[in-house]
C-alpha cells in the first residue's frame, strides 16, 4: 500500500509552504500531490514555484503529481489549466472534466482521475481510462462496499486512491465563506485565509463543531480517519491519501506507515491519532453511513 | 441585426397537476422526473410514474410545449440498470430530451439511443466551456445547464466558445454549493443529492418546540432555533444560523430565492437560450404564480427590449413565493460572491 499526500487545501504564507514540503521529503510518503486546488486568488505559490517544488520533490524520490483547480470560472483559471495540462514533466490529477477534456487532446496517457470527478459507477470510470487516466481516486462519499463494486465491474483494473485522512472537503461554491465571515467581498478578501490554518469552525448554536470553513471550500469539522478501518482497505485500494493539516501532519503519516508496516494495530494507531487531530475523528462515509458518523463495528 | 431567438421558459413540474398549471400558463418547456432516486428531487408525494407521465407529455405535445425528464443523479455500480432503464423508457415515451449528470449514462443513452436528445444537468458541474464542449465531442449533447456560480460576463463567454446551448437558472430556490459537488447532506445524514436525489431529506427532520424557542434538527444536528413570532425555515443545512467565531448567523446563506428578472435583457441579450425555474418539490399554486409572471416578463421583453421594464407587480408576485420573502441576484452579480 502506497502513502500519498493529497494537496494542500489551505492558504499558508509563502515560507511556510515551502518549509512544509521540505519536511515532506524526507518524510514516509510515497506520492506527493501539489497545487491550488481551491482558489484562484490564493498566489503565495504560482505555478511556476508549485513546480519548482516538484522538482525538488522528485529529486529526493517522491512521484509527484499536479494537483487541478476543482471550481474552473474565469479565463484565467483555464490559462492555468492549460499549463498544467500541457506539461509533460509531471503526472496530472483532474479535478473536473475541463481538464480531462484537455488531458485528453494531448494525448497524456498518465494521468490521475481527481475526487470531484464524481465517479460512482464503473461505466464511467472506463470512459476516464480510455481517455488516459491510470489512477483514480475515489470521491470520500462513496462506501467502501461501494468502491468495491465499481472496481468488480472493470474490465481492467486501475490503481485506486481512497482519502483516508483529513477533514472532508464537502463542498465547492463562488462564495467565499471566510470572506463573508470577515463582511469581505470575495474580490477584496484581503487573504484572510493566510491567518488561520486549518480553516475557520463552524459550530451549531449547541456550540457542537460541525463544519470549516476555508474560503470558497467548505470540510467537515471532524476529521475523516480511517486508521482503525486499514483492514477493510487491503484490496479495495493502493494508495491511501492524508490531507495536509496545520500541525502534526509528519506525525499522522507516521503513524499510517507503521500501521500498514504491521508495528501498530490499527485501533492502536487510531488511539495514537487522537492526539494529532484538530477534532474528533468520523468514518460514517467509509462504512455506508453519515459521514459525521465514527462507526466501530460491532 | 437579427433579434436574438425567444428566450425558452423551462419550468418545474413536480406532479401532473403541476405540468398542466405550467403549460396552461405559458411554460414553453416542463421538466420532470420519475418517482425514485433517478433525479435530484426524489421526494415522497412527487414525480411521474409511468402512466403520468405519458399524459403529461400528450398534454404538453398536443399545445406543442416540450417536457424534459431528469435523470440527473449519479448510478452507483450496483444500482446501474435501474437507470438504464429508466433512459429506455424516457426514449420510449417520446420525451423531448433527458437531462443528465453522469458520463458513462451518457454514453449508454448516446450509443443506444441515437435520436434521444441530451441536455447536460446542472448536476454534472461544468462551468467553463472546455467541460462544456467535453460533454457535446464526446456524447452530442445540445445543452447544457449552468450551475449557479458564474457572473454574467462568465456567462456571456462560455456562450461565445461553445455550440451547446446554454440554460441557465432565472428563479426559485438557490444552491449555494456549485451542484454536484455538494456532500453536506451525505455528511450529515447519509443522503445525497448526488447518488440519492435527496438533500436534507424530510425522514432526518425533526421540529422541537423547546424552551428556547422552535428547533429545527437534521439527523440530530441543530440547524437552527427560532424565537416566538419569528418566521420558520425548513432545515436545508446550508441555510441555517451557525456559531463562528462566537458570532451567530447565516453563515453560508439566507434562506432566500434567486430572482433574475432585472437581469432579464442582459441575460437575453448575451445568448442564453432557456431560462429555467426551480421549484418541482413546491406546488402547482406557486408554478402557476411564477410561470405567469415569467410569461408575461419575456414576452413584453420580446416585444420591445429597449422598452422593457420590471414590472413592480412582478416582483411582488414572485416576492411573495420566495423563500424567505427576500431574493438575491446570486453569483451573477459580483458582489454575492
Given at each position: 500500500?502506497?502513502?500519498?499526500?493529497?494537496?494542500?487545501?489551505?492558504?499558508?504564507?509563502?515560507?511556510?509552504?515551502?518549509?512544509?514540503?521540505n519536511?515532506?521529503?524526507?518524510?514516509?510518503?510515497?506520492?506527493?500531490y501539489?497545487?491550488?486546488?481551491v482558489?484562484?486568488?490564493?498566489?503565495?505559490?504560482?505555478?511556476?514555484?508549485?513546480?519548482?517544488?516538484?522538482c525538488?520533490?522528485?529529486?529526493?524520490?517522491?512521484?509527484?503529481?499536479?494537483?487541478?483547480?476543482?471550481?474552473?470560472?474565469?479565463?484565467?483559471?483555464?490559462?492555468?489549466?492549460?499549463?498544467?495540462?500541457?506539461?509533460?514533466?509531471?503526472?496530472?490529477?483532474?479535478?473536473?472534466?475541463?481538464?480531462?477534456?484537455?488531458?485528453?487532446?494531448?494525448?497524456?496517457?498518465?494521468?490521475?482521475?481527481?475526487?470531484?470527478?464524481?465517479?460512482?459507477?464503473?461505466?464511467?470510470?472506463?470512459?476516464?481510462?480510455?481517455?488516459?487516466?491510470?489512477?483514480?481516486?475515489?470521491?470520500?462519499?462513496?462506501?467502501?462496499?461501494?468502491?468495491?463494486?465499481?472496481?468488480?465491474?472493470?474490465?481492467?483494473?486501475?490503481?485506486?486512491?481512497?482519502?483516508?485522512?483529513?477533514?472532508?472537503?464537502?463542498?465547492?461554491?463562488?462564495?467565499?465563506?471566510?470572506?463573508r465571515?470577515?463582511?469581505?467581498?470575495?474580490?477584496?478578501?484581503?487573504?484572510?485565509?493566510?491567518?488561520?490554518?486549518d480553516?475557520?469552525?463552524?459550530r451549531?448554536?449547541?456550540?457542537e463543531?460541525?463544519?470549516?470553513?476555508?474560503?470558497?471550500?467548505?470540510?467537515?469539522?471532524?476529521?475523516?480517519?480511517?486508521?482503525?478501518?486499514?483492514?477493510?482497505?487491503?484490496?479495495?485500494?493502493?494508495?491511501?491519501?492524508?490531507?495536509?493539516?496545520?500541525?502534526?501532519?509528519?506525525d499522522?503519516?507516521?503513524?499510517?506507515?507503521?500501521?500498514?508496516?504491521?508495528?501498530?494495530?490499527?485501533?492502536?494507531?487510531?488511539?495514537?491519532?487522537?492526539?494529532?487531530?484538530?477534532?474528533?475523528?468520523?468514518?460514517?462515509?467509509?462504512?455506508?453511513?453519515?459521514?459525521?458518523?465514527?462507526?466501530?463495528?460491532? | 441585426?437579427?433579434?436574438?431567438?425567444?428566450?425558452?421558459?423551462?419550468?418545474?413540474?413536480?406532479?401532473?397537476?403541476?405540468?398542466?398549471?405550467?403549460?396552461?400558463?405559458?411554460?414553453?418547456?416542463v421538466?420532470?422526473?420519475?418517482?425514485?432516486?433517478?433525479?435530484?428531487?426524489?421526494?415522497?408525494?412527487?414525480?411521474?410514474?409511468?402512466?403520468?407521465?405519458?399524459?403529461?407529455?400528450?398534454?404538453?405535445?398536443?399545445?406543442?410545449?416540450?417536457?424534459?425528464?431528469?435523470?440527473?443523479?449519479?448510478?452507483?455500480?450496483?444500482?446501474?440498470?435501474?437507470?438504464?432503464?429508466?433512459?429506455?423508457?424516457?426514449?420510449?415515451?417520446?420525451?423531448?430530451?433527458?437531462?443528465?449528470?453522469?458520463?458513462?449514462?451518457?454514453?449508454?443513452?448516446?450509443?443506444?439511443?441515437?435520436?434521444?436528445?441530451?441536455?447536460?444537468?446542472?448536476?454534472?458541474?461544468?462551468?467553463?466551456?472546455?467541460?462544456?464542449?467535453?460533454?457535446?465531442?464526446?456524447?452530442?449533447?445540445?445543452?447544457?445547464?449552468?450551475?449557479?456560480?458564474?457572473?454574467?460576463?462568465?456567462?456571456?463567454?462560455?456562450?461565445?466558445?461553445?455550440?451547446?446551448?446554454?440554460?441557465v437558472?432565472?428563479?426559485?430556490?438557490?444552491?449555494?454549493?456549485?451542484?454536484?459537488?455538494?456532500?453536506?447532506?451525505?455528511?450529515?445524514?447519509?443522503?445525497?443529492?448526488?447518488?440519492?436525489?435527496a438533500?436534507?431529506?424530510?425522514?432526518?427532520?425533526?421540529?422541537?418546540?423547546?424552551?428556547?424557542?422552535?428547533?429545527?434538527?437534521?439527523?440530530?444536528?441543530?440547524?437552527?432555533?427560532?424565537?416566538?413570532?419569528?418566521?420558520?425555515?425548513?432545515?436545508?443545512?446550508?441555510?441555517?444560523?451557525?456559531?463562528?467565531?462566537?458570532?451567530?448567523?447565516?453563515?453560508?446563506?439566507?434562506?432566500?430565492?434567486?430572482?433574475?428578472?432585472?437581469?432579464?435583457?442582459?441575460?437575453?441579450?448575451?445568448?442564453?437560450?432557456?431560462?429555467?425555474?426551480?421549484?418541482?418539490?413546491?406546488?402547482?399554486?406557486?408554478?402557476?404564480?411564477?410561470?405567469?409572471?415569467?410569461?408575461?416578463?419575456?414576452?413584453?421583453?420580446?416585444a420591445?427590449?429597449?422598452?422593457?421594464?420590471?414590472?413592480?407587480?412582478?416582483?411582488?408576485?414572485?416576492?411573495?413565493?420566495?423563500?424567505?420573502?427576500?431574493?438575491?441576484?446570486?453569483?451573477?452579480?459580483?458582489?454575492?460572491?
Open positions: 500500500m502506497k502513502l500519498a499526500l493529497g494537496p494542500l487545501l489551505y492558504y499558508w504564507p509563502r515560507q511556510e509552504t515551502l518549509a512544509f514540503y519536511r515532506i521529503a524526507t518524510s514516509p510518503v510515497d506520492t506527493v501539489l497545487g491550488e486546488t482558489c484562484s486568488r490564493r498566489h503565495e505559490l504560482r505555478l511556476d514555484d508549485w513546480i519548482g517544488l516538484a525538488d520533490l522528485a529529486a529526493a524520490g517522491k512521484e509527484v503529481v499536479l494537483a487541478t483547480q476543482s471550481l474552473i470560472e474565469s479565463e484565467s483559471d483555464l490559462k492555468t489549466l492549460r499549463q498544467i495540462t500541457g506539461q509533460g514533466d509531471f503526472r496530472v490529477e483532474a479535478n473536473d472534466m475541463g481538464a480531462v477534456r484537455l488531458l485528453e487532446a494531448n494525448q497524456v496517457a498518465d494521468w490521475v482521475a481527481g475526487p470531484t470527478l464524481n465517479v460512482f459507477n464503473p461505466q464511467t470510470l472506463e470512459l476516464l481510462m480510455a481517455a488516459g487516466a491510470r489512477r483514480w481516486v475515489a470521491a470520500p462519499e462513496i462506501s467502501g462496499a461501494d468502491l468495491a463494486a465499481v472496481r468488480a465491474g472493470l474490465a481492467a483494473p486501475i490503481e485506486t486512491e481512497v482519502y483516508a485522512y483529513g477533514r472532508l472537503p464537502l463542498a465547492f461554491s463562488a462564495r467565499c465563506f471566510t470572506a465571515h470577515f463582511n469581505l467581498q470575495k474580490d477584496a478578501c484581503e487573504f484572510r485565509c493566510l491567518s488561520v490554518e480553516g475557520i469552525v463552524l451549531t448554536r449547541e456550540g463543531p460541525f463544519l470549516t470553513l476555508n474560503g470558497i471550500q467548505t470540510q467537515s469539522a471532524r476529521v475523516h480517519n480511517l486508521l482503525a478501518d486499514l483492514p477493510g482497505l487491503a484490496g479495495r485500494a493502493e494508495v491511501l491519501r492524508v490531507s495536509p493539516q496545520g500541525a502534526h501532519t509528519l499522522i503519516l507516521t503513524l499510517f506507515r507503521a500501521a500498514l508496516d504491521a508495528k501498530l494495530t490499527p485501533v492502536a494507531a487510531l488511539e495514537a491519532s487522537r492526539d494529532y487531530m484538530p477534532e474528533a475523528p468520523c468514518n460514517g462515509f467509509w462504512h455506508g453511513r453519515p459521514g459525521v458518523e465514527q462507526y466501530v463495528a460491532a | 441585426m437579427a433579434p436574438a431567438p425567444r428566450i425558452e421558459l423551462v419550468c418545474p413540474a413536480g406532479s401532473l397537476p403541476a405540468l398542466k398549471t405550467a403549460i396552461d400558463h405559458g411554460a414553453d418547456t421538466y420532470l422526473g420519475f418517482k425514485d432516486a433517478t433525479n435530484a428531487r426524489n421526494f415522497t408525494g412527487l414525480n411521474f410514474d409511468p402512466p403520468r407521465l405519458r399524459e403529461g407529455i400528450a398534454y404538453a405535445h398536443a399545445r406543442g410545449r416540450k417536457v424534459l425528464l431528469a435523470l440527473n443523479t449519479f448510478p452507483q455500480a450496483a444500482n446501474w440498470a435501474d437507470w438504464t432503464a429508466a433512459v429506455d423508457r424516457a426514449a420510449e415515451f417520446g420525451v423531448d430530451a433527458v437531462i443528465m449528470a453522469d458520463a458513462g449514462l451518457m454514453a449508454y443513452a448516446a450509443k443506444r439511443h441515437p435520436k434521444l436528445r441530451l441536455h447536460l444537468s446542472v448536476q454534472g458541474s461544468a462551468t467553463s466551456y472546455e467541460a462544456i464542449n467535453y460533454y457535446h465531442e464526446r456524447f452530442g449533447v445540445r445543452r447544457a445547464v449552468l450551475p449557479r456560480v458564474l457572473s454574467l460576463a462568465q456567462v456571456e463567454n462560455v456562450i461565445s466558445r461553445t455550440p451547446v446551448e446554454i440554460e437558472f432565472g428563479f426559485g430556490g438557490l444552491c449555494v454549493m456549485v451542484e454536484g459537488r455538494c456532500a453536506l447532506s451525505a455528511y450529515a445524514t447519509g443522503e445525497s443529492p448526488n447518488c440519492q436525489g438533500c436534507s431529506p424530510g425522514e432526518w427532520v425533526r421540529w422541537e418546540e423547546t424552551p428556547q424557542g422552535m428547533e429545527t434538527r437534521l439527523n440530530g444536528i441543530l440547524i437552527d432555533r427560532f424565537t416566538p413570532g419569528e418566521r420558520t425555515g425548513y432545515p436545508t443545512l446550508c441555510k441555517g444560523r451557525f456559531e463562528v467565531n462566537g458570532e451567530t448567523y447565516y453563515a453560508i446563506e439566507e434562506p432566500t430565492s434567486l430572482n433574475t428578472l432585472e437581469l432579464l435583457p442582459e441575460i437575453a441579450r448575451i445568448g442564453v437560450r432557456a431560462l429555467k425555474i426551480e421549484g418541482r418539490q413546491r406546488s402547482p399554486a406557486y408554478v402557476a404564480q411564477v410561470t405567469k409572471v415569467w410569461r408575461a416578463a419575456i414576452d413584453s421583453l420580446q420591445g427590449p429597449e422598452r422593457f421594464k420590471v414590472a413592480p407587480a412582478w416582483m411582488a408576485e414572485l416576492n411573495k413565493v420566495s423563500e424567505g420573502q427576500s431574493h438575491t441576484l446570486g453569483a451573477y452579480h459580483r458582489p454575492w460572491k
